[in-house]
Structure formats: structure tokens, C-alpha cells
């Protein structure tokens, strides 16, 4: 199987619905990310990386219920499947040995 | 409280391009972040950032596809019906195999057919000018029945052009075998060697520009504007001079040293949809076939033709060329000869005789009874052969219908079920036309394939060079669309049929519509023998007729006869010739003479009077031939009265021998007694019985024989049935006659045979079609009997426990079907007999239409249709009950 590519935002969009667990939703993930990044992000770029990660399989998606201030809009919460957990932890480790491969020398 | 909302422009051009998956709950995050902003940050910003949002929303993978996100779907649906169709198709290979192969079949007679009908009516589009060429048609009605010719006087052309306005150019060709035309001998100047060969015409120039032939050589404009000037296709141009550019060069016909001919052009070869098909044309300039002969209004021998100017109103035109041709050259041509004026004004009203002009574009349809000599197709014929390969494909789609509302007992379930599970009719209907469009489409491969394999078999009745045109951009576009139109026709009815099940009944269990036999299924099944009993009646009366043709007595001995061509290079030879071969021990006579009493031989009209009588009396239009004395012995031509010429009496040189119809229109004992034409005053010394000397369409007309010599057709009389040895004893005397002149022959009754060529063909057409209404007819049937049985099983097999015999089964399966043939019988009796009584109208001499026709196409049907029957009803009736009964 050809390896899955995950993109930087991607990967942060990922890490921000494992994070949120249950309660990952577009204007969550966008508040929360902007509030670690320290920069506006826009909802745009968030819906378009939630679907290219639902379409290779990283998420999963419900529908919750009705709320007011949406307009009548559902909310669509994400959760992380068992291939996204894979992929993030893949991430994780190849960024964790490359670190370790840095002559601690360097920076005296 | 009024909530404030986001702009509304924006929000509806969000909903707009939005994919409708994805639209709820992006526009719901929109919304929350709206309402946020709204009060972190006021109306304001929250808008512009709205927008922005919005905006770079505004992606592709955001955006529904054009296609419409809906048709995945549909496609699913598609593909399950054409899944449960395939599936359906091979569960039951026989009565898809009756429904798939009929249909291909009938599409395979309809695409033959439909490329024959093509190819008849492209005959002469390729002329630039064909909407403003017309051939010129002089018509006079005779005893009721009109004849038209195409043959007018020499100075005719010239006087339409001088005379009318309307016509911008005339041009005229003479192919009479009378003054040289049609086969010859011919070889280049400096070789010694005699070719034979066809298609010799006398053609003016004016003519090759207004058809605008394409020239290969030579000037298109002066190839045949010098006297004794030649063009000769490009076939024939290969084969008397390969590779090299002829004009200029010597031809010399029919041995005639002394007058060659110089090739002015070499002409592509006439298209085979072309009405006129020549090798030769020889110019016309300076020549004259008699002195004046050129002026001269009283013999017609010229096709004429003419270019007319744009915008001519045809019908008010032809009526006044008529009218002022008539008045201003024949009435004074017709006086001349010493006929009153009355006389002749009576002759042109009691004849009606007028002249019209025919679209060269429809020459060869239709021309019906016109005296050209060229070979025709026939309108009559396209329309037959259309509504042939109609009624085969009706047949077929006739089998599609039956069987798909026959088995319908077992899609009722389906279509139940379907119906529960939330589909509409429509969807049902949807469903059953593209299962039909499919087997429509397979039907259509298929018949392709066999229309592939049956191309040469069809060409070679149908005297066509038929391809099937890939190469065309509309033939396989075309093929698809009528596949798909076919398939929807054929399963309009079924799929309305099927998609009307009430689902609470089916699923219940108690469906038994498919089961009846309906009135419908019924209806069809009749029309469908109708259509096939018909074409039998009328194959079995063709072929009636060319039997009665063959075999009636024609009044002279068409067998053992050899004619040997071309002995005209010869010259007075020729009488030597024929006293060598007249002692060979196998030849009865031999005689010499042009004028075979087969169409297409030379002919010479005349009339005659009673002496004395010339233009007081009309005079009795008639043959007038030169033979030699033992022309009669020859050919077994009876005397009735008098005796035959005498080559020892020099009195015989004014004798004449009539037949029995000269006898008769010139009226009296005429034995004795002297007759007039135009070549002299004749005794009359001998008359024979009538012989057939034109195809039995026609009368025998009246009929004068003088003696004269020196003809191309040498008659052999043989008197034993081996053949192959006289041919070579009769090759080697002529050998030393002709040494540069191979031996052509022929034998009489192949050619008289030939003249019937075409109703032959007819025969050979209508067999085939008639096998094949047959054979798709009685796949249906048989596919529906098999249904029946399949449907009756249980009530059979209680039947036979219950003590029911076999044949008392067998009638019972039967008798329904039988019924329907015997009904469709009495149908088509009529129909057959009307349409055959039509046919043989053409012939003066025809077959009787009797009774025995139709008893033997009836049982024929009918047999055919019980053996058809008999297969499964025995089947059935010889079953053990108990394999029915098990089964639950």
C-alpha cells in the first residue's frame, strides 16, 4: 500500500481532533488551534483539511445536535480513528529519531 | 428577538456552490463564528470577515461537481438493472436466445436492405447538374396502355435548343445495334488480334459537357469534336493500351480498315450508380447513317437529353415543348409523307401524344415501361424490399414483446418487491426499457456480424456491390441510435406492462396474468404468420411463373443451339463458314442472321401496308428482319401456310415470309398476295406460327422476314447431347476462318434464360425472406409454446394421473396455437392474392393464380407452425406427471 501523505496543517488539524476527543468540531478546532498557534487561521482551511483527512481515513464523523446560535445548523464532530492514531504516532517517531540524531555538540 | 444575520447575498452564493454533503454543517461553523464575532467585534467586521470566509470557501474541493453530485447515484440504480437484466438473460437461454437472435436477424435483413435501398437511390447524384438534366420522353397511349421511348429523330436536339429559351444546351447519344452500336470487335490499328467487347454508343459532345464526364486524358471540351473521333474509359484504356496515354492513337472496329477511329480522351469509367454505363463513345461529328439523315424527322433513333435553365417550372414546360415540337416538326414531317392533316391531328389526340421530361435522377427508378434499352432498377422493388425488412423486424419485435409479457409471471415478484422498497412506476419502467435497450444493442452486434456474413450471398442475388460503410462518420452513430430507438419501441409495451403489477398481489401469490393466453399476444402472433403465409404464397407464385416461363411453348427450339458471335469481321466468308460447319457430322443447320429471337438481339421496327394501301391505310407497326434461307429450319420455326425461302429462286430475293399476327392485323388471305414497307414491295410466300421473340411481358407483335446476308450471329443447330465435342469441332473450322479472332459463343436457351434474369432473382430474394418471417416466427412460437407448457405443467400432469391420454394432451396444447395459424391463413389468402395478381399484371403470358397456391402455403404454415408446436406439447404430454407434482 502506497504510504498515506499527511500535510503540516493537516497533521495539526489531526492532532487538534485527537487533542479535543469527542468534542472536535470546526469552529472548535479552529479557536483551539488558534489559540496555541498564536495566529488567525481561517475556517476555510480547516474544513478543507477535516475533509481530505476524512477521506483518507484518519477521522471519523457524527453528526451532534441541533444548537441555536447555529442557525439550525448540526454541529459534524470528528473523532480520530485507529489509522489517523497510527499515522500521528508514525509523525511522532520519525520526528523523535531524526531529533535524537542531533550531535548534541552543535550548541555547545 | 431578531437575530442578526450574516450578508444575505453571500450566504445564498455559499449555499449555491457549496456540495450539498458538506453545506449543513460548514454553513452551521459559519454561523457559530458569525454570532461570535457579532458580539466580540460588531456587525462590521464580523460581515467583512463573513465574506472573507466565504470566499476562500469559495475551492474545489468545496465545490459540488458540475456533473451533479446525484448522477452517482442514478449510475448505481443503472447498473443494477442492467445486472439483474444479464443475470435474467442467462437464467433463461432459451427464450433469450429466441428474443436476441430473432431480433438480430430481422436487424440483419433491415441493415442489407436499408444499404440496398441506399445504393438504388444514389443512382446518378453524382452528375453536377442533375437537378436541371432531364431525358426527354415521348409518350402515346396504344389500346389503353401508354409506352413511352426515349428514341426521337436526329434533328431534334438541335431544334429544342434553337427553339426554346429555357434549354441551355441538348446532347443526344444512339446506342442501336442497327447502326453499330453496342458490341463489336475491335483491336488497335497496328495489331492484327480481334477483341470483343461492349459498350459502344454513338454520343455527342454537347453531351459529355453537360454531364461534365471527368476526363484523364485529352481535351474534356473537343474529345469528340472531330469526325471519326473515339473517348474510351479508363478501363478500357488499360486494357488496349497499359500504362500509356492513348489520345491520339487508332482504333479500328469490327475489322474496318479503311475507316479508323482516333482516340480524342480517356473518361474515368462510368460510376457504377450511373444510368448510363458505356466503354466507347464515338463523336457524331459528319456523320450521317444515310444521306439526310441528320434532317431527317421520320426515324427515331436518338436518346435526347437537355440541360434546362435554373427556375424552370418542369410541368408548364413540358406541355409547351410538346405542343410546339409536335406542330412545328412532325405534324409537317407526317404530311410530307401524305398523310392529311386531319389524319395526323387524329392520331396525335386518339394517342395523346406528348413528350415529358424525366429528372436524370430518377432514370433509374423510374422508368417503368419506358423502351430504353438500359437496365433499370425499379421503385417498386425499393419499397417492397422496405416493407420486407419492416415486417421481419416487426416479426422479431413482435417475439420481444410476446415473450417479455409471457414471462412476466416470473419478474412479478421482482417487480413487487421493488415497488415495496420505495420504487416508483417510473423507476420499474426505467428499469424494463433499458433492460430492452440492451438486448436491442447485443440484437444489434449480432446482426451486424451476420449482415457481415451474408454480404457476398446478398450481392450476389441482389446483382449489387454492396460494402457496408464503416468508413462513414453517421454509420456507427446511426447503428446506436436506432439500436437505442428500436429497444425502446420493442419494450414500451412490456415495461408499461410489467411496472402496472399491483406489489400487495404479486407478493401474495396469486399472479396469473402472464399466464393467459392474451388477446394481444394472440393478435400478434396471427399478424405475424399473415406476414409470413404471404411471403410464402408469393414466393410459390414466382417461381410458378419462371416455371411457366422456362417451360412454355415459345414457338421455336431454344436448345442445342450455339450462336457463334461476331462472324460480321468475316464478310462474305461467312457464307463459307457456315457451309463448313453444316458438314460437320454433329450440326443440324446452321443459319446466319443478326435478329435472335432473344431480347437484346438486333431489332428493326417497320411498318407495313397491303400494296397499294401505303398512307391511306395506318400502317401495321412491325419487325422487319433479314435472315438467310435456313433461319426457320434452324431455330424449328413452324410454317402454317406456304413454304420457306429457296436460296435456287431468284424471285425469292422479293419474297417474304410473315407470321401469324401480321397475318391477322393486315387482314385476308394474304398467301400470295404482295406487301409493302419502306424498303420495297414484298410477296408474301410462307407465314409461321407466332414464336416469342420478346420476354413474355409482351405481346407478340407482327412480324416480316426477307432474305439478306452477312450478319454477326452465326445460329449452330446441334443434334446430340455432346456438347463439349461439337464446340471443339466447331472451334477448329472456325480457326482457319479467324485466326485472329478467338471463338465467341453462346448458347440460345442461356440467353433466353437471361432474360428473365431478374424474376429469378425476385424468386431467389423472396425465398430468402420468406425463410427467414418463417423462421423468426416460429422461434416465437415455439418459445411461447414452451412458455405455455412451462405454465400448464401442473394441470397436465393432474390431467394424464386423472386418465387424459396423450393425444388428448397434445390437442389440447396445440389446438390454441394452431387456431391462430389457420386465422392468420385466412388473412393472408386474400392479401397474397391480391398482391400476386398485381405482380403478374406485367406479363401478357403469366402462370394461372390457381387455388393449389394457397392450399400448399396454408398447410404449409400450418405444418410448420405444428412442428413448431409439436416439440414441446409432446414433451410435455409424454412427461412423467410425477416430475411436475413433486415439487411441492
Known sequence: MKQQSLGEFEELVLLMVAALHDEAYGVAILENLELKLEKKVNISAIHVALKRIEDKGFVKSRFGGITEDRGGRRKKFYTITALGKKMLDIQYELRASIYQQIPKISFG | MKRTLPPHLLLRFFRWFCHPKLLKYIEGDLMELYSERLKEKGKRTADLRFIFDVLLLFRPSIIKPTEGYKNLNSYGMLKNYLKISWRNLLKQK???????????????????????????????QHYANHKKL??????????????????????MASALKEDFPEIVETGRYNNSELFGAGSSEVRVADKPDNAYDEGFVYFDQSLVNMLQLKFIYGNPEKALSEPNAIVITKRKSDKYFPGENPVGKLLVINDQADRTYTIGGVIEDFKPTSHLQFDFLIGMVGLEFWKDEQQYWGASNYATYVLVEEGTDIPSFE???????????????????????????????????????????????????????LVHGDIRIVWLFGGIALFILLIAAINFINLSTAKSANRAKEVGLRKVSGSFRINIINQFLSESVMFSLIS??????????????FNMISGKSIVIPWTYWWFTPSLLVLSVFVGIIAGIYPSFYLSSFMPIQVLKGNLTQGAKSSPLRSTLVIFQFTMSIILIISTMVIYRQMNFILNTKIG?????????QGTNTLKSQVVTLAEELRSLPGVVNVSNGDYIPVRGSKRNGNSFWNEGKVNIDPGVQSQFWRIDPFYLNTLGIKLVEGR?????????????????RMAKELGGDLLGKRITNYAGLWTVIGIVEDFHFESLRENIIPLGLVLGQEASVLAVKLNTENMSDNISAIGHVWEKFAPHQPMRYNFLDDRYAAMYDDVQRMGKIFTSFSVLAIVVACLGLFALSAFTVEQRGKEISVRLILGASVNSVFQLLTWNFVKLVVIAFAIATPIGWYLMTKWLQDYV?????????????????????????????????????ITNLRSE
Open chain 2, 94 to 124: 432459451m427464450y433469450s436466445f429466441v428474443k436476441i437472435g430473432g431480433f438480430a436477424v430481422g436487424v440483419a435483413a433491415c441493415l442489407l436492405i436499408a444499404l440496398f435501398i441506399k445504393d438504388e437511390l444514389s443512382y446518378d
Open chain 2, 845 to 881: 403470358y403469366k402462370t394461372e393464380l390457381g387455388w393449389d397456391i394457397f392450399a400448399v402455403a396454408g398447410s404449409m404454415a400450418i405444418l410448420i407452425a405444428l412442428i413448431t408446436i409439436s416439440y414441446q406439447s409432446l414433451k410435455a404430454a409424454w412427461m412423467k406427471p
Open chain 2, 556 to 564: 421455336f427450339e431454344k436448345d442445342q443451339v450455339v450462336l457463334l
Open chain 2, 444 to 457: 444489434f452486434v449480432l446482426g451486424l456480424m451476420i449482415a457481415l456474413l451474408t454480404l457476398p450471398y
Open chain 2, 134 to 155: 432531364f431525358r426527354v420522353l415521348g409518350v402515346i397511349s396504344e389500346d389503353g396502355a401508354s409506352k413511352k421511348g426515349v428514341a426521337f429523330p436526329a434533328p
Open chain 2, 644 to 660: 420457306d425461302f429457296n436460296s435456287d429462286l431468284a424471285s425469292d430475293s422479293s419474297a417474304i415470309i410473315i407470321n401469324e
Open chain 2, 319 to 373: 406541355a409547351k415543348l410538346s405542343n410546339q415540337i409536335l406542330e412545328n416538326y412532325f405534324l409537317p414531317m407526317m404530311l410530307e409523307e401524305g398523310q392529311s392533316e386531319a389524319d395526323a391531328r387524329k392520331f396525335f389526340k386518339d394517342t395523346n401524344a406528348h413528350m415529358e421530361m424525366q429528372p436524370i435522377d430518377q432514370v433509374h427508378l423510374y422508368s417503368f415501361g419506358v423502351d430504353d434499352s
